[in-house]
């Protein structure tokens, strides 16, 4: 799960280390992305604004 802190809603990627796009959508303040599902692993994730990379970050997943 990632929290999303931007005030409007956003657009966003999420990539797996090999650059497959696993997931993407729109999300707004407050929501969250359920990454569940998904193979244990590194991915990136990049969050766009109006055509605009707003920031990207590693995102490590591990079993619980």
Not at 18 to 40: E, T, W, Y
Not at 41 to 61: A, D, I, K
Request: glycine share 10%; charged share 25%; net charge neutral.
């Amino acid at each position: 799960r990632i929290d999303i802190s931007e005030a409007e809603a956003v657009e966003y990627k999420i990539v797996s280390h090999l650059g497959k796009v696993v997931k993407q959508g729109q999300v707004i303040s407050g929501s969250a992305i359920d990454l569940r599902g998904h193979p244990d692993g590194m991915y990136f994730m990049q969050v766009w604004s109006e055509e605009r990379l707003l920031g990207s970050q590693r995102v490590l997943l591990l079993a619980r």
